[in-house]
Each structure stands twice: as C-alpha cells, then as structure tokens.
C-alpha cells in the first residue's frame, strides 16, 4: 500500500473487502507516511488498534516516519517491534526472510540533508528517525556485495530511486525533487530486487521491467519492476495504493523462468553504484558512461582505451520507446539475436556483422533496447552510435 496518510481506517476498510472478494493475502507492506499529520483523529484511532479496540486486517508491516512529528507514534521501539497487535515496524533498514524464503529489503525514512554533522550524528543513534543515514545507505549496499549475492525478492523505500523514468515515460505533474533520491537509486542498483515499492508522490506508477545485467557482457539475470505507489484514499481510481500480486522467492524459481525478459524490458535507468557513496536529492543528471573502442595504434599490447566523452548525459524528456511487435532479430535481449554476428558491445548500442554485407566493410550499428527507427534514438543512444560511427572509420584505409 502506498502513503496511507492517517487515513489507516480506510485501508483496513478497503483491504478488507479485497479479502472477502480475493481470499487470503500473507501480508500488507506499506510505503510512505503512515501517519500524516497525525490529527486528534488519527491518534484516536491509532489507540483504538493498540488497546485492540479496533484490529489489523492482517500482518502488516510499516516502513519508520517520514516527519519528525510522526516519531512519538513509534516510540523508543527497536527494529520489528510490534506497535499494535498485527502492525510492526521493519526499522531504520534491513532485509529480513520469511519461512517461505521470501526476502524483503526496507529504508525508512528520507535523506537527510543540509545538516551539520553534529544533528547527523544524533539521527543516528536515535533508534527510531525520519531520516536515513550514510550507515544505513553503505549497510544495504554491504548487503549485495558478496560474491554469490544474487538479488532481493522486494524492496521497500519511502522515497523513489532517482531517474527510475529513464528509457521510459516520466510521470508528469509530480513533484520528485522532493520525492526521489540518488541514495535510493544507487541501493537499487545494487540490490536488484525483483519488485521495488516507493510513496511519497502522490501517483501511482508502473514502470516497464528493467535489466539488471549488461547485455553480452555480464551473466544474465532477473529483471526489477517499479511501482510507485499513490496515497490512500485519494478520489482518482486511476491512482492505485493497493498492488495485489503473488510472488514466489527467488530461490525457489528456476533459473529459465528467473531471466526470461519480457518484450518491453528497457536497459537498467541507474548507472552506478557510487552516487550512493555520496548521496544527492534529484537534480543533477548522471555521468555519462564510458564507452571503450579498440584503438589500432595498440594492436600488438592489444589494449583499448576509453573514448572520452562528448557532453552526452543530458537530454530532453524521454518517452517510452515502443516494444516489439514480433521477435525481433536486432535486440540483444532477443532469442532471435544472431550473437554470433556481434563484434563490440557497448552501454546503449553494438557493433554487429550483417548477414549478407553489401560490401567487405559494411557492418551495423544497432541500439540495444528496441527503437524503431534513429528519429527515435535518445540524444545518449545517438551520440554513442556516432562514436562507433567515427570510431570505425578511423581504422579503415
């Protein structure tokens, strides 16, 4: 469920309907502000559930506040304390496994900025905060560091993870300076979770599949799905704050299904990990990726070297490229791809042979997400398909 606002009666109201009208669910996970603005109201309410008064539909659990005034609804409790029969807080960040092996990561909270490093240190050692640390950012980056780390089920963050919207359609009309993070991006990134869960915008969106994997260059893998979700209780049904799904755990998948990637798969929108390392409010575009050619002058080290960059990072509004309509022979991600044909292998496109050259030199330069034709290329997909362009020719006679 998406920010619930205060609004907890309509929740527990509407997720019960879902129960008598869908069966049983294992759980509720909620994203966002609980509490809002934490009115007579909802206080009242709040200690009706404690005094059990009022009951939690089911196991529900909650990510910490989002606002300093939200704390004293939590209290002094430690992380996976129970607050009210049947609701327990994660805490400040973490993954926890359920009996069926099911993994779920969770940061609570917002990115704490414009601080001195004196209120910083005394966000972290208050146990329960509305803000997020660089502890808690490096403690899940940690967590996918090992060699046989293969990814989360889901993930859990209050705040969105920063150009999410690359290689797709940007939600308009939404304010997310103030709703997404690089820390959270970078977190993602690393963790690879095969669904992430995100509130604090007000509107609800689902992203296309995304992989996490380099295409040729790395082993394949899962793809992650995004959901932003809306607040609850909001008059606009187009605006979802409840997402019903089953999910088995990754270890219990095989590894075919695990890696199958649907059509409309778009490349990863995070670039690296390292923003995390220095967390920033969105604002400020990516670095650009390197892209590395071979350089004939070389040839007997067999070195390459990377091309330098040529002001690519910034462009205008993506929008979602279309999925192909039948398996299409040129996208990497493809079964269909003669991979055989393929000479160099960059971020956004690939050097490829054709099957049948025009002339002894003749080669391809594809996109590797699924574009139609080059008036679609993104200003970063174009400028890397003109360096292999000017990379090529170079080393002709």
Not at 221 to 237: C, E, I, Q, Y
Not at 333 to 357: F, I, M, N, R, T
Request: charged share 25%.
């Amino acid at each position: 469920a998406g920010d619930a606002d205060g609004h907890l009666e309509a929740l527990f109201t509407r997720v019960n309907s879902v129960l008598k009208k869908s069966g049983t669910f294992e759980m509720l996970l909620c994203v966002g502000s609980i509490f809002g603005e934490g009115s007579e109201m909802v206080r009242s309410y709040w200690q009706q559930l404690k005094d059990g008064e009022k009951e939690v539909p089911l196991p529900t659990y909650i990510l910490g506040p989002v606002a300093s005034d939200h704390i004293d609804f939590y209290g002094d409790c430690e992380d996976g304390s129970e607050l009210c029969p049947n609701l327990t807080y994660l805490g400040r960040r973490g993954v926890f496994t359920l009996t069926s092996g099911l993994q779920i990561a969770y940061l609570s909270g917002t990115q704490l900025e414009d601080a001195s490093s004196d209120s910083k240190a005394s966000e972290e050692k208050q146990k329960v905060s509305c803000h997020y640390s660089r502890k808690d950012v490096d403690y899940l980056l940690s967590v996918a560091s090992g060699k046989d780390y293969k990814g989360v089920d889901i993930f859990l963050s209050s705040e969105w993870p920063r150009n999410v919207w690359n290689y797709t359609t940007k939600p308009s009309g939404v304010d997310l300076v103030r709703s997404s993070s690089d820390a959270v991006a970078s977190i993602a990134r690393a963790l690879k979770p095969r669904y992430h869960f995100s509130g604090l915008a007000n509107c609800f969106y689902e992203r296309p599949p995304y992989r996490n994997h380099k295409v040729l260059r790395e082993v394949q893998t899962h793809v992650s799905r995004f959901f932003g979700l809306a607040n609850v209780n909001n008059p606009d049904k187009k605006q979802r704050y409840l997402y019903a799904f089953n999910v088995t755990p990754l270890s219990h998948v095989d590894r075919a299904t695990l890696i199958s990637q649907p059509s409309n798969t778009t490349e990863c929108p995070f670039r690296s990990v390292e923003s995390a390392r220095h967390p920033q409010r969105a604002g400020a575009d990516d670095a650009a990726p390197q892209q590395f050619f071979f350089d004939p002058k070389h040839l007997e080290r067999g070195q390459k070297r990377p091309f330098e960059d040529r002001g690519r990072g910034t462009h205008p509004k993506q929008h979602r490229p279309p999925g192909p309509h039948a398996p299409c022979w040129f996208c990497l991600g493809s079964p269909q791809v003669e991979k055989h044909l393929v000479v160099s292998v960059g971020d956004l496109c690939y050097l490829a042979l054709p099957k049948g050259g025009l002339i002894p030199e003749h080669v391809l330069i594809l996109p590797i997400g699924h574009l139609p034709s080059t008036l679609d290329l993104p200003q970063d997909v174009a400028a890397e398909a003109e360096n292999f362009q000017e990379m090529f020719t170079s080393v002709l006679p």
